[in-house]
């Protein structure tokens, strides 16, 4: 759909609504979703096809500064709302789903960097992974766990002045991609985060898993086998894991829904076009009496 505005008159009331003029907020938002027609859009059907290929694409959006948005300059970031950063997601969904779940659970990896990690890690890994020159992989998920963080099985022993991790985790965004890895497991004093490097010993990768969407998007088992990591990559506090994962998870969330309103802004607009494209007895099929009711709920829902 050549010509696609992703950025539309309702995100501009929102920013009005909500942070006054928002005169630079849509002038920003506006660039960005040009930028997305012209560089993402094009490519999108492509990559669902080939489950592959994102990575330039995914590049050029992370050198826009999507990521950077919502954190502070001082760690690397443009220190604008939340809620900006949400549309820009919005925005993002609408062009590629794939692109969009990629650099959404990237994001997710970088909060929770910025939340509980100490100066240490930042200083060591944010400024790298909001700019995209590191992608960041949110590792959670497990063959027979999901938001039930309590249940994982995956062990981190402390030995020395090293973790030792084992287990695995399932259904991971940019595993096997990703240069860092914000993994959940279990320590002594119960869930814990841990940062594990692409490279560190004992990191393995399943094949990417096949999907109903968002194919362009990895997602694979990761596997850790007796898998060494300085102490140091500790995130916070040793058995308040569970808790940082509900936080972060919260913000995630939001974002995951902004990307399904911009999906579902595009199944909207390509339902439109072809109405009014496709022809049945003598006519456009967007004439007809049910035809417009379909439409009427989907722009309605």
Same mark, same amino acid.
């Given at each position: 759909?050549?010509?696609?505005?992703?950025?539309?008159?309702?995100?501009?009331?929102?920013?009005?609504?909500?942070?006054?003029?928002?005169?630079?907020?849509?002038?920003?938002?506006?660039?960005?979703?040009?930028?997305?027609?012209?560089?993402?859009?094009?490519?999108?059907?492509?990559?669902?096809?080939?489950?592959?290929?994102?990575?330039?694409?995914?590049?050029?959006?992370?050198?826009?500064?999507?990521?950077?948005?919502?954190?502070?300059?001082?760690?690397?970031? $443009?220190?604008?709302?939340?809620?900006?950063?949400?549309?820009?997601?919005?925005?993002?969904?609408?062009?590629?789903?794939?692109?969009?779940?990629?650099?959404?659970?990237?994001?997710?990896?970088?909060? !929770?960097?910025?939340?509980?990690?100490?100066?240490?890690?930042?200083?060591?890994?944010?400024?790298?992974?909001?700019?995209?020159?590191?992608?960041?992989?949110?590792? $959670?998920?497990?063959?027979?766990?999901?938001?039930?963080?309590?249940?994982?099985?995956?062990?981190?022993?402390?030995?020395?002045?090293?973790?030792?991790?084992?287990?695995?985790?399932?259904?991971?965004?940019?595993?096997?991609?990703?240069?860092?890895?914000?993994?959940?497991?279990?320590?002594?004093?119960?869930?814990?985060?841990?940062?594990?490097?692409?490279g560190d010993?004992?990191?393995?990768?399943?094949?990417? $898993?096949?999907?109903?969407?968002?194919?362009?998007?990895?997602?694979?088992?990761?596997?850790?086998?007796? %898998?060494?990591?300085?102490?140091?990559?500790?995130?916070?506090?040793?058995?308040?894991?569970?808790?940082?994962?509900?936080?972060?998870?919260?913000?995630?969330?939001?974002?995951?829904?902004?990307? %399904?309103?911009?999906i579902a802004q595009a199944?909207?607009?390509?339902?439109?076009?072809?109405?009014?494209?496709?022809?049945?007895? !003598?006519?456009?099929?967007?004439?007809?009496?049910?035809?417009?009711?379909?439409?009427?709920?989907?722009?309605?829902?």
């Open positions: 759909t050549k010509g696609l505005a992703l950025f539309r008159d309702v995100h501009r009331r929102i920013l009005l609504a909500n942070y006054g003029s928002g005169g630079d907020y849509a002038d920003l938002l506006s660039a960005l979703g040009r930028f997305m027609e012209q560089r993402v859009l094009p490519e999108s059907a492509g990559f669902d096809v080939h489950r592959s290929g994102i990575q330039p694409a995914r590049s050029a959006v992370f050198s826009q500064g999507v990521c950077q948005m919502p954190y502070p300059k001082d760690f690397g970031g $443009l220190g604008l709302p939340f809620g900006v950063y949400t549309l820009a997601m919005e925005l993002l969904g609408g062009a590629d789903a794939s692109i969009a779940l990629s650099v959404g659970i990237h994001t997710t990896a970088a909060e !929770g960097i910025f939340r509980f990690g100490g100066k240490g890690t930042k200083r060591r890994y944010l400024a790298d992974v909001i700019s995209g020159k590191k992608l960041a992989s949110f590792t $959670l998920t497990e063959p027979t766990s999901g938001s039930d963080a309590k249940a994982m099985g995956t062990t981190a022993v402390r030995r020395g002045g090293e973790y030792v991790l084992n287990g695995s985790k399932m259904f991971i965004t940019n595993a096997g991609e990703a240069d860092v890895y914000f993994v959940f497991a279990r320590a002594g004093k119960g869930p814990s985060c841990f940062v594990v490097e692409k010993p004992g990191l393995e990768f399943g094949e990417d $898993l096949p999907k109903l969407g968002m194919r362009g998007s990895r997602t694979s088992e990761v596997v850790f086998s007796d %898998c060494r990591i300085p102490q140091d990559r500790l995130v916070g506090d040793e058995g308040s894991g569970f808790e940082y994962a509900k936080e972060m998870l919260n913000g995630s969330r939001i974002v995951m829904g902004s990307i %399904c309103v911009g199944a909207l607009d390509k339902a439109v076009a072809y109405s009014k494209q496709r022809k049945a007895f !003598g006519a456009p099929i967007s004439e007809f009496q049910l035809t417009k009711e379909k439409i009427a709920d989907m722009s309605t829902a």
